[in-house]
């Protein structure tokens, strides 16, 4: 019956095409963007703000990309962490994106605590049906709203300490599952988040500051992207009905399993491996533009005709995550004497940009998962963690725009479809049966 019912499908697939020049004949804006290629405007936001480029007569005019944490530059953000005698620059950002302020000395200690204690250690498995971490990641967090003592309860309050459980159980979920043995507690209780991330990331494994340092920063320009990103955006729909904080998450990470969304970093790994069997320090900035040009004709690389980690939908001139990256890796880079294959990047990331823009005719740059998935390299990580951590890192501004949507008791998200169906009537013969055409 199965294999019927598909060949019926497939054989009814005309039923689902749109011509594509309809979009543009009823205005209809595809993936809310407009034709400018800036986004639909759908929300207000006071949490995070994305800066790429200025409209000078409806044209996008390129500029140094910024990314703003409740008033605050991520850069300034990144130098505090420096300052602070341990790494916390995660816990910094969270704290910051879900309360709105920089947290004092003591508020800091407690919310560490909490962010460390917070989960629960009853769900995490130590074998999972599903081969995919996101999936596993998006029925655990579903089951917590089965343990919960009251899921449904509505105040701020308690959607906000909600959340901060399934922040502080997230880390404990992945690693039980990819490592395949339950973890129960986290194991460095004076270290900070990232510290302990990356200790269960790697199995148990020494770190050096500067590797611990690098997923830190990581952790905090990968906590927010403003509300208009897939699945923040997915969150703040799922929000917008009242529905619990374990749906909305869960929704996001499902989000951020799609591969345009949240595995660029992954599919930057892959392509780092494919440069470093293709070319070479001794290769001439015309073989690397070369190879650029063949990845771009599907000649090389995977086949999709993308350079990733290149190019993105609002930065033109620069991504200010992907800057501190490349700055903090740089250290790492010399610490672990991969000098040479940084320098690699290097080169290709500006031939790669050099042949974006003559293709294109328009100003590109390298954005965030460029060196994302060259620090991940560099840190030993397996690449099925790398969306993962994103997800473990970007659950603090998932948190933070739930509470936000939730106080300001938006009206529910509901916009419209333009039907260019048919417009059928059903026959029926002198008795009342109806007739079917048999095609």
């Not at 989960?119 to 498995?125: D, P, Q, T």
Request: aromatic share 8%; charged share 25%.
């Amino acid at each position: 019956m199965s294999k019927n019912l598909k060949e019926v499908y497939l054989a009814n697939e005309s039923h689902n095409t749109i011509d594509p020049e309809l979009y543009t004949r009823y205005h209809v804006k595809q993936g809310l963007r407009n034709e400018n290629g800036t986004g639909v405007k759908v929300g207000l936001t006071r949490i995070c703000d994305v800066i790429g480029y200025e409209l000078v007569d409806d044209y996008k005019k390129p500029i140094d990309g910024e990314l703003i944490y409740r008033g605050y530059s991520v850069a300034d953000l990144v130098k505090l962490e420096k300052s602070m005698p341990t790494i916390c620059g995660y816990e910094i950002t969270a704290f910051l994106l879900i309360f709105g302020q920089l947290p004092t000395p003591e508020q800091l200690k407690e919310f560490q605590y909490v962010i460390k204690h917070h989960y629960s250690n009853s769900l995490v498995f130590s074998t999972y049906r599903t081969a995919n971490l996101l999936n596993a990641m998006q029925i655990e967090v579903l089951k917590l709203f089965g343990q919960d003592q009251n899921p449904e309860n509505d105040s701020l309050e308690d959607r906000m300490m909600k959340g901060l459980v399934i922040l502080s159980s997230l880390p404990l979920f992945v690693f039980s599952v990819h490592h395949k043995q339950k973890i129960t507690t986290y194991p460095l209780p004076q270290a900070g988040f990232a510290e302990n991330v990356l200790w269960m990331a790697r199995n148990h494994q020494p770190y050096t500051k500067q590797e611990a340092r690098v997923l830190d920063v990581l952790m905090m320009v990968h906590a927010d992207h403003g509300g208009g990103n897939n699945s923040t955006f997915a969150n703040v729909v799922i929000s917008s009905t009242g529905t619990d904080i374990y749906s909305c998450i869960s929704a996001a990470i499902g989000s951020l399993k799609g591969p345009k969304h949240g595995g660029a970093a992954g599919k930057v790994g892959s392509q780092t491996a494919m440069l470093l069997k293709t070319i070479s320090n001794d290769s001439t900035d015309a073989q690397i533009e070369e190879l650029c040009e063949k990845i771009l004709d599907k000649k090389a690389g995977d086949g999709s005709g993308l350079i990733y980690g290149i190019g993105h939908a609002i930065y033109t001139k620069s991504d200010p995550r992907c800057q501190l990256i490349k700055e903090e890796v740089r250290i790492l880079a010399k610490e672990k004497h991969q000098e040479s294959t940084f320098q690699l990047m290097e080169r290709f990331e500006k031939a790669a940009v050099a042949t974006m823009k003559k293709r294109k005719g328009s100003t590109v740059c390298a954005n965030v998962d460029f060196y994302s998935g060259f620090a991940y390299h560099l840190l030993g990580i397996d690449q099925s963690l790398y969306t993962p951590l994103f997800a473990i890192s970007r659950c603090a501004g998932w948190i933070a725009h739930h509470l936000e949507n939730r106080q300001n008791n938006r009206k529910l998200i509901r916009p419209a479809n333009i039907y260019i169906g048919d417009k059928l009537q059903l026959e029926f013969d002198e008795d009342g049966q109806p007739i079917f055409d048999e095609h």
